[in-house]
């Protein structure tokens, strides 16, 4: 019970665990997973927003310096001076002056020249000899603007004037009247404006802005080193040369970052914004330590918090406990105590009722002895004294006899030995031993033909007794006492009626108490005990049955009623009938009958071996010839009448027996007739053994 208390408040408390702090993990967990998304989203919008400023300046610089370039090749003093796309014809002075207005209209113009239809450089400002008349057929811009005869923005590359700066050229045809090219009109335009731009976000914003030309060639990323013009195989540079904005998580390395990309309007490049997810989620990763470590306080206050109220509820259980064993202790103090004093007063009462009981008597005995001793007294005079003085010693002993009684039955020292029982037999016994009375005869009305009922044939004679005598006893004025028997359910139910004094209802249920004695002036003439009934009452029921006292009243007789069990129909069957009314050595005798693999049933009178003989095929008897009614010859006469002479009988007995009684036993078939010395039952178990084998032979 302790074990099955200790468990459930630490399940309780497990369980509270289980609720304090799953909420809290599952509180933490998506906080962090809100947090995670909202900073990857903002991140996502910054980057977006990123790229489209981004595009919107390149697309700004380089298409609105191809429409500043598309201008000027429309100029008529350019035109005119190209003549009809005839080098040799050009008129060079007259180109000097626009060309150098194009070159310084913005910081970002490395070179402006004019090339002939051919590609080569005619001229250049500012002037660079080196590269005049150079063929550079190979250019994009040449092929694009042969091709389209309309403006075009070169791929990124370096030139060859000096410092190799990184441009783009931006070339527009100088068409004649009639659409024919008569020069080129070409521009380079430095990208460190656009690589500015990039380093600026790189270091303001943390965010790597990558620029690609029409050809997936890098024009400009974060960093010192000098662009390698490399080509990408970057799918969000793929999906945005063909016009596509898009965001990727994308991994380089061991980092990933998240990277939004965005076409550039007008002039088929790309642009490109990533920051390392990190970097994005450090804010997330911040609030994740700070949860984590809120969760974690909670977590142990909580925890501690249980353990505190765990130790707490274990203490209240420890103080309960403590009480409990306190209250239980001082309660069995109490008991004990009590039951101690109830014990004592007990046995003090129970002492002084029996030396009451014992002085009266002995008194008596004492005093006539005394005055016999004493004094000299006429003969008639002597015997009256010596009369009473016997009575009075009788009395003394049944009071010795049945307190000794009641006592062993209270130890357990005289078990009842049980068998079948011919009750009615038992009875008429029992009234037969009472004697014959004038004044209160006893009438047996016991038609009925009773079953056997398992009892202990001598202390249900004591009951019967017992009763016969208080019914005798307490009728002083005479009266016939009937003695009735019948079968109520699975018991025998004997009635004995009187017609004396009754007794008083307020008393009846105290009558089976020891040493109570009803106490009024018609009975103190009445020598008694008080323990008959005390005696009775523990004699049935060790038998399983029940006892009771019942009157009327007062002057109204009274009748006792006691049940026994019918013997069930297992116990009357066997090997071997034993007749024998001497308990113990039955038992002896079913002991070695059973080590001879035989079984046995045990009639303690001639009357129930008969009954039992009736009912059952026995093999063989054990005989007993001293028995409480029918005796056992008369037993033998019935047996070889009904059976004939083929029964093996064994007579055992304490009788001394002469030879001609002896041999009278062997005539009428009986195998032995043994003493009932050390060893006789056991030879009478072997010569049954015997007999037995031989008539199975
Ligand atoms: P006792 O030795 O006094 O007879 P019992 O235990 O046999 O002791 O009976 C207890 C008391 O019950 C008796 O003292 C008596 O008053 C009452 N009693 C018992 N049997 C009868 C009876 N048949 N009629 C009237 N009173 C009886």
């Known amino acids: 019970m302790i074990g099955a208390g200790a468990q459930r408040p630490s399940m309780m408390l497990a369980v509270f665990a289980v609720l304090t702090l799953a909420p809290l993990l599952a509180l933490a967990y998506f906080s962090i997973q809100i947090a995670s998304r909202s900073a990857t989203s903002a991140a996502r919008s910054r980057l977006v927003a990123t790229t489209s400023v981004g595009a919107a300046y390149v697309q700004q610089q380089i298409a609105g310096l191809a429409n500043v370039v598309r201008l000027e090749a429309r100029q008529p003093a350019l035109i005119d001076a190209a003549a009809d796309g005839n080098y040799s014809n050009y008129r060079l002075a007259e180109m000097f002056p626009p060309l150098t207005d194009l070159q310084q209209a913005s910081p970002g113009i490395q070179f402006a020249a004019i090339s002939d239809p051919t590609s080569r450089q005619r001229i250049v400002v500012p002037e660079s000899p080196t590269i005049l008349g150079v063929d550079f057929t190979y250019r994009d811009w040449y092929v694009g603007v042969i091709r389209t005869h309309a403006t075009y923005v070169s791929e990124a590359y370096r030139t060859d004037l000096p410092g190799n700066p990184l441009v783009v050229a931006v070339a527009s045809p100088i068409l004649g009247a009639s659409g024919q090219t008569l020069a080129i009109l070409l521009v380079g335009y430095r990208l460190d404006g656009i690589q500015a731009l990039v380093s600026r976000l790189a270091t303001s914003q ?27 195989n970057d799918p969000g540079v793929a999906a945005a040369l063909g016009g596509q904005s898009s965001i990727l998580q994308v991994s380089g390395g061991n980092v990933a970052y998240l990277r939004a990309y965005a076409p550039v309007a007008d002039i088929g490049w790309t642009i490109s914004a990533s920051i390392p997810l990190s970097a994005a989620l450090a804010g997330v990763y911040q609030l994740q330590g700070f949860v984590w470590v809120v969760t974690a306080l909670l977590a142990l206050i909580s925890i501690a918090g249980l353990v505190w109220l765990g130790r707490l509820l274990r203490q209240r259980r420890l103080d309960a406990a403590a009480l409990a064993t306190s209250e239980s202790v001082a309660m069995k103090a109490r008991v004990t105590a009590g ?9 003090d009462e129970l002492m002084s009722t029996v030396s009451h009981e014992l002085r009266t008597p002995l008194a008596s005995l004492v005093g006539f002895t005394e005055l016999l001793v004493t004094r000299r007294y006429p003969q008639a005079e002597q015997k009256q004294y010596l009369t009473t003085m016997l009575e009075e010693g009788r009395r003394l002993t049944s009071l010795i006899n049945d307190f000794l009684d009641l006592k062993r039955m209270e130890s357990g020292k005289s078990p009842l030995v049980l068998a079948p029982l011919d009750l009615k037999a038992l009875i008429v016994r029992a009234v037969a031993a009472s004697g014959p009375s004038e004044t209160t005869p006893i009438v047996v009305d016991i038609s009925q033909e009773l079953p056997l009922v398992r009892a202990d044939a001598d202390t249900i004679t004591q009951v019967l007794s017992n009763v016969l005598s208080n019914a005798r006893k307490y009728s002083p004025a005479g009266g016939a006492i009937g003695v009735k028997a019948r079968v109520v359910d699975n018991s025998v139910e004997v009635t004995i009626q009187d017609s004396g004094l009754g007794i008083p209802p307020e008393v009846r249920h105290r ?8 106490d009024n002036s018609d009975r103190r003439q009445i020598s008694g005990t008080g323990l008959g009934l005390a005696i009775c009452k523990r004699i049935i029921q060790s038998h399983g049955g029940t006892v009771s006292i019942d009157s009327a009243g007062l002057g109204m007789g009274s009748c006792v009623t006691f049940t026994l069990p019918i013997a069930r129909e297992g116990a009357k069957s066997g090997d071997v009938l034993l007749v024998e009314d001497d308990a113990g050595f039955a038992q002896l005798l079913e002991a070695e009958l059973a080590t001879q693999g035989l079984s046995a049933v045990w009639a303690a009178d001639a009357e129930t071996a008969e009954r039992i003989m009736e009912q059952m095929d026995a093999r063989a008897v054990v005989l007993d010839l001293i028995l409480p009614g029918k005796q056992g010859p008369e037993f033998l ?5 009904g059976r004939g002479t083929g029964l093996p009988v064994v007579v055992v007995t304490v009788k001394s027996l002469s030879t001609k009684e002896i041999q009278a036993f062997q005539q009428v078939g009986v195998e032995a007739v043994l003493g009932k010395q050390h060893g006789g039952a056991k030879k009478a178990a072997d010569l049954i053994a015997q007999a037995l084998a031989a008539a199975v032979k």
């Open 339 to 347: 039951g101690v004093v109830a014990l004592n007063r007990a046995k």
């Open 511 to 518: 009558l089976f108490e020891t040493f109570f004695r009803v």
């Open 637 to 641: 006469t019935w047996l070889r009448r």
């Open 206 to 232: 943390g965010i790597a802005l990558t620029v690609t030309d029409q050809a997936g060639t890098v024009v400009a990323r974060p960093g010192d080193a000098p662009v390698a013009l490399v080509s990408t």
